[in-house]
């Protein structure tokens, strides 16, 4: 594949100008590798209302694609031999559930694929414990199926996360946060991406604002009373930036997701380091559930094993999506994605979060378009 061009290089620069030019959000970054280089690495606006200027070092909130990197952990572990992905969670968690319920045949495969049936609960609303993990752990062993296992893929918002967490935990002896910083940030040289913020550090991060659909982020009252605003401010709290929560809270930049999506593509390895053989990438980004009404997001989705597939009509891989693409999305327009079949791995982080999700898909696709675009000429 062709490097990206000077022209065309200036032309996505100006479709990812035009977003801030017209008050989408405060501040963004997009970045992308082809063949394990990175060709595009752009940054503008500010953190934030009053923030300084965003750089490509700026780190962000990034909410839901924090799963695939808690997913790589797992897989990671399945494939050093410690358990396998038709093993029920309780063979290796034995208070998950009480045995002879349909809980506890929930496995580990349907935990990954948003198809475990249990998708949402009342820890969700409580957002006070999120930092206590042994209450995360008596939350999901205390939940019920809202679906039976395996039969409806629904959406784990939170639950992915708190699951997948505790398996890592009880497979590795580790902490989560403490496993993937240990086993995937590290190998990739992503220094600055975590899975909350470290007791040590400073909340340098972005603030998130959250506007009504079609509000621009200079309009005046921003973000008073709607629900995006409620989001925003929930984690621009630093008691939840520093609580470890594997579906929700990873902090990154776009450099820094676009390169694990690198790496994804090319089979599990980058710059002589491997996260994963290439046969287990191929296994977890291909899809294993697929429905036209999502029990949790009612829309239709493709899910493979801690990654979404592309190939929707409307989706957020672009217009020139495929099944072979494979990715995940964060509140906000943040969207990773990876090609394996053109070795490009794309992120697009921003700072805004808007009422409508159709408006962040739209922002995305766009972008994805561009890049493809610039990449086929």
Known sequence: ?????????????????????????????????????LVVDFAGGTTGPDGAATTPETRH??????KPYAGVGLHQLIEEGAADYDDPVVEHWPAFAEPGTPKAAITIKQVLSHTAG?????????????????????AMEEIDPVFEPGTQPAY??????????ELIRQLSGQPV??????????????????????????????TLSGFEMYDRCRDPG??????????????????????VIPAANGISTAREMARFYACMANGGAFDGTRLLDAETVAHATQTHAETESDGTLSRPARYGLGFWTG??????????SRERMFGHAGLGSIFGWGDPEQNVGFAYVTNGIREESWEHAARVSGLSDAVRLALCE
């Open 1 to 37: 594949m062709s490097a990206i061009s000077d022209s065309d290089r200036d032309q996505l620069r100006a479709e990812f100008d035009r977003q801030l030019d017209v008050g989408l959000h405060h501040g963004s970054q997009l970045a992308v590798y082809v063949d394990g280089e």
């Open 118 to 138: 249990i998708p949402y609960g009342e820890f969700d609303d409580q957002a006070d414990q999120w930092d206590d993990w042994d209450a995360v752990v008596t």
């Open 61 to 66: 909130l990034i909410f839901s694609c924090t």
């Open 156 to 165: 784990h918002t939170f639950n992915y996360g708190w699951l997948v967490g």
């Open 177 to 206: 946060a403490e496993y993937v910083a240990a086993n995937v940030f590290d190998p990739l040289g992503m220094e600055q991406s975590s899975i909350g913020l470290a007791d040590d550090e400073d909340d340098d991060v972005a």
């Open 222 to 243: 921003e973000g008073l009373g709607i629900p995006a605003a409620e989001s925003a401010a929930a984690f621009n709290d630093e008691a939840v930036r520093r609580a």
């Open 311 to 320: 190939g929707l009509a409307n989706d957020m891989f672009g217009s020139l």
